[in-house]
Each structure stands twice: as C-alpha cells, then as structure tokens.
C-alpha cells in the first residue's frame, strides 16, 4: 500500500467500506429473498471482502497517521499489522477472525478455477479435488461482523480526534 499523499484517504476508504457493506446487507436481507438469484450470492460475498479490505486498509492508514506504524507493500505483512493493533480497537477474537476468514476465502476464491452457486451456497473447487463452501446464512453473519467492526472503528476514530 502506497501512503504518500494519504491525506484523508483513511475517511475515504471507510466510507468505501459502509458502502460495500451497506450493499451486501442489501442483497442478502432484501434482493436476494424476493428474486432467489443465486448469483446474487456471489455479488454479496464480492460486496463483503470489499467491505473488509477497505475497512483494514483505512485502519491501518489511520493508524499509520496517528502512531506512525509501518504500512508495507505486501498484504501478508499488513494483515500482521492488523491484527497487532486490532485489540486498541477493541475488535474481539472472533470478529478478527472472521475478517481473517473472509480474505482467507476470498484467495482460495481468486485462485480457484472453477466456482458455482447451489442452494444458497458458493462452492469453489481446490486443488486435490478437495473444495470449499459458503452459506447464505455465513454471509450474513460475515455482513453482521463487518458492521459492528466499522462500528467500533467510527467510535475509535471520533475518540482520537
């Protein structure tokens, strides 16, 4: 991540991120149950892992501005970060998991190639013929995770200013 001439590319990317959230939240609460069209699924997972780049990447920028931390060009690396500095958030074990999760299966996804929707389900293929589901009812509970972090995220920025 590139952090000259950030600015306030950290209130940006926030915004972004309720944005993403606030159309997967959509989809899966409202769109999808009136049209049952399962690639409407995909849509939201794409929505959330959306939703939780932006809001990681705006916390570490905040952070980067605030206590000067290091922001480094590979996501691996970056993750570390985050989840360092995840308790002053006060974001629990589960909820840092689960964004763990979402990336997690957001790569397998990316990397996969072969992927399709059944019964309210993505199903991605992996190597070895082994493959990996997600739920409807996953997604919303990533979607219901992803709100209260940004939630939390909002509240710890309001007190730091």
Request: proline share 2%; charged share 30%.
């Amino acid at each position: 991540m590139n952090v000259q001439g950030t600015g306030d590319l950290d209130i940006k990317l926030v915004a972004d991120a309720e944005k993403s959230f606030q159309a997967a939240d959509h989809l899966l609460y409202f769109v999808y149950p009136m049209l049952k069209d399962q690639k409407l699924i995909k849509k939201a997972l794409e929505e959330i892992f959306n939703s939780a780049r932006n809001l990681v990447n705006s916390i570490l920028l905040f952070e980067h501005k605030k206590t000067n931390i290091r922001i480094y060009q590979d996501k691996e690396s970056n993750i570390e970060t985050f989840k360092k500095i995840s308790t002053k958030l006060d974001i629990s074990k589960p909820e840092l998991d689960t964004i763990l999760e979402i990336f997690d299966f957001n790569e397998k996804h990316q990397k996969s190639p072969t992927e399709f929707v059944r019964n309210n389900q993505i199903i991605i293929l992996l190597e070895n013929q082994r493959y990996e589901t997600i739920t409807f009812e996953k997604l919303k509970s990533y979607a219901n995770i992803l709100k209260t972090v940004i939630q939390k995220f909002k509240l710890y920025r309001e007190q730091k200013f």
